[in-house]
């Protein structure tokens, strides 16, 4: 089945504690991406990455890193998490997010909350 | 502040009738538009699409319409349906692959 996997669904931590939500697709997509949504702001992209080893800034990059070594996947993580960043996470991938035949697929979603 | 505006956090549509979701953008260089759906505890799925060249693009039920010079789209559901139901996202992009949400409106199909 083709799909975007993120782990872990559900994540409680505390402020300063380093994280990792991984995000993994079985689709042979070379676009992937990364977004947070929030009450009121919709969703807002985080990072996105071209292609392995392509990274690029979104519209709110502050305090998260995320590294493409394998096509397939594309981790996020949060050097140190502070409570601000508490947020439901979602994943996408892509072939060609701007061909019309094409769209981003999401995952299921992150609910990371930082105490 | 936001590239992307939906300015109607809900909207209520009797079964049947037709549902129209507004969406409004700022940045004269998106030309790109999309719409999502996202039910809860799951992701957004793709809706449709439409391109800056193009004015109205239809697909079944569905169809988005872009006025570019007012920088406003919309999109159309005839005849709503309950399980129509959902937030839908409206999302626009300029060059460099980046995307840009709108904070999404709550629709609400009654039987």
């Known amino acids: 089945e083709a799909q975007v996997t993120q782990n872990p669904r559900y994540l409680i931590t505390v402020t300063g504690k380093k994280l990792t939500v991984t995000c993994s697709q079985n689709?042979?997509?070379?676009?992937m991406s990364w977004y947070r949504q929030d009450p009121g702001l919709g969703l807002r992209q985080i990072y996105y990455s071209m292609n392995v080893e392509v990274t690029d800034k979104g519209d709110v990059p502050e305090g998260y890193k995320v590294s493409r070594k394998e096509k397939r996947n594309f981790p996020l993580i949060l050097e140190s998490p502070s409570p601000n960043q508490t947020s439901l996470y979602f994943c996408a991938s892509s072939f060609s997010p701007r061909r019309n035949t094409d769209t981003q697929y999401f995952g299921p979603g992150t609910r990371l909350t930082v105490l | 502040d936001q590239q992307v505006k939906q300015n109607s956090p809900s909207l209520s549509v009797q079964e049947g009738r037709i549902s129209i979701l507004n969406c409004d953008y700022t940045?004269?260089?998106?030309?790109?538009f999309l719409w999502y759906k996202k039910y809860p505890a799951e992701g957004p799925t793709f809706l449709i699409s439409i391109s800056s060249i193009k004015d109205k693009n239809e697909d079944g039920r569905f169809t988005v319409f872009l006025n570019k010079s007012a920088k406003h789209l919309s999109l159309h559901i005839v005849p709503s349906q309950p399980g129509d139901s959902a937030v839908y996202f409206c999302a626009a992009s300029g060059d460099f692959n980046k995307f840009y949400f709108g904070s999404g409106t709550k629709l609400n199909v009654k039987p």
């Open positions: 940045n004269s260089m998106f030309d790109y």
């Open positions: 689709m042979n997509h070379e676009y």
